[in-house]
Structure formats: structure tokens, C-alpha cells
């Protein structure tokens, strides 16, 4: 099956710094990686996603890119702020099985003001 | 809307308590799951249905019975439960099971098991 390693477990950035989150996944058959963040107490919301068709994705100050080849895709927030902070998962989904979303481990972005 | 909706979104129960969680939505989505979520820990995969199906049962403990009663609910009926059952326990719908459709997820019902 599918696994997906993700780094950093945290990671403290200074307002108005860049974060970068990497995430690695085993399943060459994988097409769609979304990226989750999940505020303390609250449901995983989705921020953006990218699929295999795609090298990188942009949406304002958050942007996603994928090497099929390395099997890899990173999450890039550009001008952090406070309320960037929060655990982000990333996913990957796996082609032609019901199993749906493999979640990485999570990294826990502080973003200090 | 694009909601999933879950209730209770807390819950307490003995270990030989009945008590059941419910999840729904209304954005027409075909495929509806169950995750279960320890803290500072990613959701796990627990069931999933698909057209009211059935489709996976991740090895589940007998103890958590889904139920799909039509496509707009969900439910996990729990039974004798276990105090390290107690986690966060995440609804979410996804338009059908083809991979690369977005699966939103539910507030959860935060368990514990004393």
C-alpha cells in the first residue's frame, strides 16, 4: 500500500518568513496530493491540492509542487502570519484503490510574531 | 453547502455504554468515511462507504459498527468500548470514490471512554 513521509514534525518560522513542508510517497500510482490543515480542536480543512498532471499550483501565498519522478511534493507558505499556525497534513491518493487519502505524520507550523 | 455535519461534538461513555455518532451532508457525495484521530497524530482510515456500501473496513474491532441508512448519513454505532477508543472520530464525504475528489470532513465527535 500507499506511504507517505512527511518533514518536518515541527517547524517555527518568523512572521513574514517562508515555511516549507516536504512530503515523500512510495505508490507511483498516486494522482492526487492535497494538502490539510488542522487548527488545535478543529476538522482538517483542505488548502489546496495538485495532481499528477501537474508540476505546481499556486493559490495567493500558498503553493504546491510535485516531482512525479522523485516522488515527492512540498507545501510552500510565503509571508507567514500567525494564524498560519497549525498542524498541516499532507495526502496522497492512491489510483484505482477505494482506500482514499494516506495521510503523512503532520507537521506542526508555529509562526511567531 | 458543503458541510458535514456531525453530532454529538463531544461524548462521554462507560466502557458498557451503547451510544452512536452521526454524520451528515447534503452535497449529493456518494462515498462517506470514518476516520478515527489521536492527538498530534494524522486521521486513520476506519470504514468506508460507497453508494451505501460497504466498501472497506480497515480491521476495525467488532466493537464499532457502521451504518449507512441512506446517502446523506452515516453513522458508527459503538459498544463496549475501550478507554484507548477515546480519540477524535472525523466524518468526511468525498463526490464518489474516484481518486482526486476532495473529501471534506466533519468538525468530529470528541470521545472518551472512562
Known amino acids: 500500500g500507499e506511504n507517505v513521509e512527511q518533514h518536518p514534525s515541527t517547524l517555527s518560522v518568523q512572521e513574514g518568513d517562508s515555511a516549507v513542508i516536504k512530503c515523500t510517497y512510495s505508490d507511483s500510482a498516486s494522482n492526487y496530493f492535497p494538502w490539510y490543515k488542522q487548527e488545535l480542536g478543529k476538522r482538517p480543512q483542505l488548502i489546496i491540492d495538485i495532481r499528477s498532471n501537474v508540476g505546481e499550483k499556486k493559490d495567493q501565498r500558498i503553493a504546491v509542487t510535485l516531482n512525479k519522478t522523485a516522488k515527492h511534493f512540498s507545501l510552500h507558505i510565503t509571508e507567514t502570519q500567525p494564524e498560519d499556525s497549525a498542524v498541516y497534513f499532507c495526502?496522497?491518493?492512491?489510483?484505482?484503490?477505494?482506500?482514499?487519502?494516506?495521510f503523512g505524520s503532520g507537521t506542526q507550523l508555529t509562526v511567531l510574531p | 453547502d458543503t458541510e458535514v455535519t456531525q453530532t454529538p461534538k463531544h461524548l462521554v461513555m462507560g466502557m458498557t455504554n451503547k451510544k452512536s455518532l452521526k454524520c451528515e451532508q447534503h452535497?449529493?457525495?456518494?462515498?462517506m468515511y470514518w476516520y478515527k484521530q489521536k492527538a498530534k497524530k494524522p486521521p486513520e482510515l476506519m470504514f468506508v462507504?460507497?453508494?451505501?456500501?460497504?466498501?472497506i473496513n480497515e480491521s476495525v474491532p467488532s466493537r464499532f459498527s457502521p451504518e449507512c441508512p441512506n446517502s446523506s448519513l452515516l453513522n458508527l454505532h459503538l459498544h463496549a468500548l475501550q478507554p484507548e477508543d477515546s480519540a477524535l472520530y472525523l466524518c468526511?464525504?468525498?463526490?464518489?470514490?474516484?481518486?482526486?475528489?476532495?473529501?471534506?470532513f466533519g468538525q468530529g465527535t470528541r470521545l472518551t471512554v472512562v
Open positions: 468526511a464525504s468525498s463526490q464518489d470514490l474516484s481518486a482526486g475528489t476532495e473529501a471534506f
Open positions: 452535497m449529493g457525495h456518494r462515498a
Open positions: 495526502a496522497a491518493s492512491n489510483l484505482g484503490s477505494a482506500r482514499q487519502l494516506t
Open positions: 462507504y460507497s453508494y451505501e456500501k460497504l466498501s
